[in-house]
C-alpha cells in the first residue's frame, strides 16, 4: 500500500511540475527610467518569455549604450566625437564612427528634401542665439553678426567621403541635436530587439518608439500634449502601431526678451529664432530619427509651408497652429489612422 501511494502522490507532483514547466512564464511589465541628452528616457516593456536578462542588466546595457551616443554626437561634452570635429582648425579628414556617420548622412538627405530647413551646420548661429552649449547672450544680435555668422552654415560646406568628413570652412560647426534624440531612441528599440523584446516603448525627451501592445494586449497610446510651457494637457490621443514618433515645438525651449519669445529652432534663411504661430509639429515614421529630423525641419517651415511639404511627401504630420489665441490641430491623410 505504501510503496503505491507513494508512487502516485510522486507522479502528482511530477505532473504539476511539468505543467508550470509548460506554462508561460509570468510576462512582467518593465519599467525603466534615466537620464539622457540633457533630458530623461522612459521604457516600458513585456519582458520576453524565458529569459536570462534581468531588468538591472537591461537598464545597463541601455545606459552604456546612450553613453556611447552622447559621447560620439553630443555639442555639450568637449570630448565628443562631435565636439573634437567642430574644434578642428584645419582641414583634415576626420574619420567617423558608423553611429555619428548614419546621424549626419540622414541629416544631409533631410537638408536635401527640406530646402535646407533643416540644417546641422546651423550650429554658429545656435551658439550665437545662446542655445548651444554657451550661456545666452544678454543682447540681440545685431543684423550684421547674423548676415556674418550665417554665411559659416551651409551643408555644401561640409565633404563626406569614405574615409570621414572633412570642413571646407574653419568655423564649420556640426551641431546634431536636432536629430540625435530620435537616433538614440532607435539604438535602444534595436538593442530590446536583439534580446527578443518586440512589446516596446521607449521614449526619450518625448521622442520615441513603439511595438507591438502593452502586457494586457492593448495598444500603446500616445499624447500629444497641448503646446503650453506652464502644463501639461492633452491635445490629442493617439496609437501609432509599430512607428517612431516626434515633435518639435518652441513652447518648452525658448526664452523671453522685452516680451519677444526666443525660439531654440533657428530658420537658416534667416538667421533667426522662427516667429511664427505653428507652435507644435508631431511627425511619425517607422524610423525615430527621421521622424525628429522632419518635426524639427517642418517647424521651421511654419504651418503653410510645413502643411504642403508633408502633404507632398505623403508624411503622416499633425500640426497645431495658434490662431486668435486658440489650439487649431491639422493632420494630414497619412496621420489620419492613428488618431482615436
Ligand atoms: P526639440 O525636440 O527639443 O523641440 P528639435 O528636435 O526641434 O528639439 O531640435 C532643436 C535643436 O536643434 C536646437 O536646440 C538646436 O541645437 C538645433 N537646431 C536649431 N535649428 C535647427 C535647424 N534649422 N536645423 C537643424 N538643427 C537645428
Ligand atoms: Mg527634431
Redesign the pocket.
Known amino acids: 500500500m505504501y510503496p503505491n501511494y507513494f508512487y502516485r502522490y510522486l507522479c502528482v507532483i511530477a505532473c504539476s511540475l511539468l505543467l508550470i514547466a509548460c506554462q508561460p512564464a509570468s510576462e512582467p511589465q518593465w519599467a525603466l527610467q534615466g537620464k539622457t541628452m540633457g533630458?530623461t528616457y522612459h521604457i516600458k516593456l513585456v519582458a520576453p518569455e524565458q529569459t536570462e536578462l534581468t531588468e538591472t542588466q537591461l537598464q545597463q546595457e541601455i545606459d552604456q549604450l546612450l553613453v556611447d551616443v552622447n559621447h560620439a554626437m553630443s555639442?555639450y561634452q568637449p570630448d565628443s566625437e562631435l565636439s573634437r570635429f567642430n574644434q578642428l582648425t584645419d582641414h583634415q579628414v576626420f574619420p567617423l564612427s558608423s553611429a555619428t556617420r548614419t546621424v549626419v548622412e540622414e541629416?544631409i538627405r533631410l537638408?536635401h528634401m527640406t530646402d535646407?530647413?533643416?540644417?546641422?551646420?546651423?550650429?554658429p548661429?545656435?551658439n550665437l542665439w545662446g542655445?548651444?552649449p554657451k550661456a545666452r547672450p544678454h543682447t540681440i544680435p545685431d543684423d550684421e553678426l547674423i548676415e556674418k555668422t550665417r554665411l559659416k552654415t551651409g551643408v555644401e560646406k561640409i565633404q563626406l567621403t569614405d574615409e570621414g568628413i572633412t570642413k571646407t570652412i574653419t568655423d564649420l560647426y556640426v551641431?546634431?541635436?536636432?536629430?540625435a534624440?530620435?537616433y538614440g531612441v532607435d539604438v535602444v528599440a534595436q538593442l530590446l530587439e536583439r534580446h527578443g523584446i518586440s512589446n516596446y516603448l521607449v521614449e526619450i525627451?518625448?521622442?520615441m518608439r513603439l511595438s507591438g501592445h502593452k502586457l494586457d494586449g492593448s495598444d500603446w497610446r500616445v499624447a500629444v500634449e497641448k503646446p503650453e510651457s506652464m502644463q501639461r494637457t492633452v491635445q490629442q490621443i493617439i496609437s501609432i502601431g509599430d512607428n517612431g514618433i516626434?515633435?518639435?515645438?518652441?513652447y518648452?525651449?525658448y526664452y523671453e526678451e522685452d516680451g519677444i519669445r526666443y525660439s531654440?529652432?533657428?530658420?537658416?534663411q534667416t538667421g533667426k529664432?522662427?516667429q511664427h504661430k505653428l507652435v507644435s509639429v508631431t511627425v511619425v515614421d517607422p524610423s525615430c530619427m527621421t521622424a525628429?529630423?522632419f518635426?524639427?525641419?517642418i517647424?521651421?517651415m511654419g504651418f503653410e509651408k510645413g502643411k504642403a511639404f508633408a502633404l507632398e511627401h505623403n508624411l503622416a504630420v499633425l500640426l497645431i497652429n495658434r490662431e486668435n489665441g486658440q489650439f487649431k490641430a491639422y493632420n494630414t491623410p497619412a496621420f489620419e489612422p492613428y488618431l482615436r
Open positions: 533630458t555639442t541629416s537638408y535646407g530647413a533643416l540644417d546641422i551646420t546651423v550650429g548661429l545656435v542655445f548651444g551641431d546634431l541635436s536636432s536629430i534624440k530620435g525627451g518625448g521622442e516626434a515633435t518639435s515645438g518652441d518648452r525651449n531654440h529652432t533657428i530658420d537658416p529664432p522662427i525628429d529630423g518635426a524639427t525641419a517647424n521651421v
